[in-house]
């Protein structure tokens, strides 16, 4: 990885900014340095702006939060524990407290759509979020050239949030795939109060390190790479804690923030990690076997990890490139 890159590259929340003003595609493809010189600076002085204004309605909405009345929808308690195990699915909702989740759940609202139903156009207006609750929707994206697919939603997975993460038109459309999707749909008021401030905290935090982490280059979409930050979290580890134990199976795959981690096969030590962007655990969840070596700490060190759980919404599109890595990185020790 290259540091510099790291300090100075713009970023996707910068690019996000950056796409509020141009509506155009999220990447920049100036080819001038003084272009890009130029272009840098003025999303720098775009994102302050930005991170002003976002702190500033985070302020103004933590005095707002004392006295916010969140909509109730009655429900089912069949219903309620339905959008809990969704919620708890996807990533949207995982910096939200119990207190915070109740109220979320209480206004979310049940819509139904059918078979090649718009739920979102691109280029309108959007004032709520949606979580799956049955059915599949495919997303597509219009680039300039027509409709571009992108994805398909599955149940557990949220969309819509962009909109009112940056008060922007909608940035792609999705369009339900299956003969009918179950969704629930969230109140862009009960968004911003409860699920944004936490949400663009964690985008923000992990956002530099995941544009230049260079397992993610085969990832072209910045959104993609994006999205990845509600799926990473952090854990501490104290100097020889063992963080993977040898022929268990990983229920995470750990990434090096800081420190040094040993990988060690029987007892004996065989080599370290020490590259911010170095990972373990891999071998459980990509390969499904059970780890080959043990994963100790070498100093009090803090890791980031990624769920297996969001696997395959994350890094399964570069499964390929995994397999491969499991083969370079262990093929001599196995
Ligand atoms: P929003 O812009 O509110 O509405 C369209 C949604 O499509 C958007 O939020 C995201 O949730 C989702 N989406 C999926 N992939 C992309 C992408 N590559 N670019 C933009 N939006 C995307």
Known sequence: MNPQKVRNGPNFMQQVNKKKHVDCALSSNSDSSDDEVEEIVAIKKDVQKQRFSVSAEAYGQFNKKENFKAKFIPKSKDQSERIKQRMQAGFMFSALNEKEIEIVVGAMEEKIFHKSEYVIKQGEEGNVLFVVDTGELDCFKNYGKGDVFL??????????????????????????????????????????????????????QFETFLENWDLLKEIKDPYDKLKMSDALFEKQFKKGDVILQQGQKSTEIFILEQGRVSVNKNNQKLFELIKLGDYFGDQS???GTVESFSYVAEEDMKLMYIPKKSYSSTLKEIEATLMKNIQTKYGKYL
Not at 166 to 171: E, H, N, T
Not at 172 to 196: C, G, H, M, P, Y
């Open 285 to 287: 969840i990509v390969a």
């Open 151 to 204: 994805k398909t939603y599955y149940p557990g997975e949220s969309f819509g949030e962009l909109a009112l993460l940056f008060q922007s038109p909608r940035a792609a459309s999705i369009i339900v795939k299956s003969d009918k999707a179950i969704l629930w749909q969230l109140d862009r008021e009960t968004f911003n109060l409860i699920v944004k401030e936490a949400s663009i905290k964690k985008r923000q």
